[in-house]
């Protein structure tokens, strides 16, 4: 954030404000996977670059991906352009994309030691590049948010080669080696430190950690394989950049989510689209900023399914500092009416 001062940029910036625990009259608003295939202008720039991995590394193009949203509807807040794989591509993974099917690692860590990886960090200077850029181009009023994936839905790539339903491979591995596996989720903390002090650096605002299987864990592996790496993420990273806020979204995380609220000092907390956002509002920590929770299926509906399923996230958390999001990512199915019609009814305007 260079010179200007944390309360004087938070000021000039609403979601940063809700972020620091100020409520707005307006709930500011930015969507998960806002850049993305939903839009034909970036549908127009994947076809010209090629592969998504390709698209991830040329920053003028990633720099234009992040743009492309704010453009167009006006967000509160500009998400980077990148993949949460990244890391593990930079930790000495080879990271392929298979069209209609996702990503790739390899080597499984089923089958090789964390040890034979050849550690390559220049492969995380296109990102910071990207953030330099944007960050460049962006208006005052508009937050820019970094982000990494978070250690557990990090690792079950690294473990496994690929996504997958349950986790499972990498829950056998967690439970027949937890000192190997500890040692994995060790060394991902560690990237991720840097990681995301390198966006910060770089002039992100603030970032978020996307724990996107964290459903998938009992309570006591979610304590120690998704809270305990979160919270020493958070630390350290508070003792770099004490300014910079940090959201936690373990999806699918339920009933744990208070104590993740709780224990891994997170600035603030996004909730899925299956939490109950009066259930929520009841339940964290009073004046805890969170963020959510539209179903993303309910955007793409529109109409008065929309507009219903938006009055209850907005009636839940109305004396709560909240920034309205969706549950999950965008769909690519989602017309752009309804996002429009969204931002219009948010800004008094629909």
Known sequence: MGSVPPALAAADKPLLAVLRGERQERPPIWLMRQAGRYLPEYRALRAEKGGFLD??????????????PIRRFGFDGAILFSDILVIPHAMGQDL????????????????????????????????????????????????????????????????????????????RYAYRDPQGFGAIIAAIVDWSVDYLSGQIDAGVDAVQLFDSWAGSLAPEPFERWVIAPTAEIVARLKVRHPDTPVIGFPKGAGGKLAAYARETG????????????????AQLPTGLPVQGNLDPLALIAGGAPLHAAID??????????????????????TPIAHVEALVARLRGRG
């Open 55 to 68: 698209l991830v590394n040329d920053s003028a193009a990633a720099a234009e991906v992040t743009l492309q």
């Open 312 to 333: 209850r996230v907005l009636a839940a958390f109305a004396d709560r500092p909240h920034i309205f999001n969706l549950g999950h990512g965008i769909q690519p199915d």
């Open 266 to 281: 997170i600035d603030a907390l996004g909730l899925d689209e299956t939490v109950d956002p009066d259930w929520a509002n």
């Open 96 to 171: 392929r994309f298979v069209a209609g099917e996702g990503p790739r690692l390899s080597p499984k860590l089923t089958d090789s030691a964390l040890e034979t990886l050849s550690a390559r960090p220049e492969r995380l200077a296109p990102v910071y590049e990207t953030v330099r850029r944007v960050k460049a181009a962006l208006a005052p009023e508009t937050s820019f948010l970094g982000f990494a994936g978070s250690p557990w839905t990090v690792a079950t790539y690294m473990v496994a080669g690929q996504g997958s339903r349950e986790q499972a491979e990498t829950r």
